[in-house]
T-cell receptor, first 113, second 115 residues
Framework: DAGITQSPRYKITETGRQVTLMCHQTWSHSYMFWYRQDLGHGLRLIYYSAAADITDKGEVPDGYVVSRSKTENFPLTLESATRSQTSVYFC????????????FGDGTRLSIL | AQSVTQLDSQVPVFEEAPVELRCNYSSSVSVYLFWYVQYPNQGLQLLLKYLSGSTLVKGINGFEAEFNKSQTSFHLRKPSVHISDTAEYFCAVSGGYSSASKIIFGSGTRLSIRP
């Protein structure tokens, strides 16, 4: 089915570990986004990408790394996880124009012990 | 910088009662406005959007929103809610001062429906 898929759905890891969250979309949307959702903060943009090999920082990029070697994939890596990165992470994609909505995956719930 | 304010973090409503979820934004230039819904353990889904034209916008599941430029508001309404409307609702804005690709989200309003 066409759509946007995130994996894993749930992840528990320890501080200092590296963890990668995967995001795959089948629409060939040019833009992809990573958000984190925390109680009281709504959605905060971590990184976004306008096309393959083009990425840019969002509101809260520290501690995260992204890459986009293919249009359909946009992995998010926590190089050395910290407890403050415990959150629900959402990937989204869009065609990029201002009047186009974003399409979201179902999220990854990440717990860092 | 642009911002979106959702005035209520939680709204409890009885089933079949009307509801209004409030949203104000901070731009005076042309913007595009969206409402998204998030059901438990799911991502956000588009409920409706305002791009231009009629200020009353109809969305899915019987929701509608009215764009009021003078009050910079985009409140969401439903005349009669159902238990299945229990979810979190996010107002969002794009265009204006933000980058072409970005959407600014409000902090969300949790709608709880009581039987």
């Amino acid at each position: 089915d066409a759509g946007i898929t995130q994996s894993p759905r749930y992840k528990i890891t320890e501080t200092g570990r590296q963890v990668t969250l995967m995001c795959h979309q089948t629409w060939s949307h040019s833009y992809m986004f990573w958000y984190r959702q925390d109680l009281g903060h709504g959605l905060r943009l971590i990184y976004y990408s306008a096309a393959a090999d083009i990425t840019d920082k969002g509101e809260v990029p520290d501690g995260y790394v992204v890459s986009r070697s293919k249009t359909e994939n946009f992995p998010l890596t926590l190089e050395s996880a910290t407890r403050s990165q415990t959150s629900v992470y959402f990937c989204a994609s869009s065609e990029g124009q201002e009047d186009q909505p974003q399409h979201f995956g179902d999220g990854t719930r990440l717990s860092i012990l | 910088a642009q911002s979106v304010t959702q005035l209520d973090s939680q709204v409890p409503v009885f089933e079949e009662a009307p509801v209004e979820l409030r949203c104000n934004y901070s731009s005076s230039v042309s913007v595009y406005l969206f409402w998204y819904v998030q059901y438990p353990n799911q991502g956000l889904q588009l409920l409706l959007k305002y791009l231009s034209g009629s200020t009353l916008v109809k969305g899915i599941n019987g929701f509608e929103a009215e764009f009021n430029k003078s009050q910079t508001s985009f409140h969401l309404r439903k005349p009669s809610v159902h238990i299945s409307d229990t979810a979190e609702y996010f107002c969002a804005v794009s265009g204006g001062y933000s980058s072409a690709s970005k959407i600014i989200f409000g902090s969300g309003t949790r709608l709880s429906i009581r039987p």
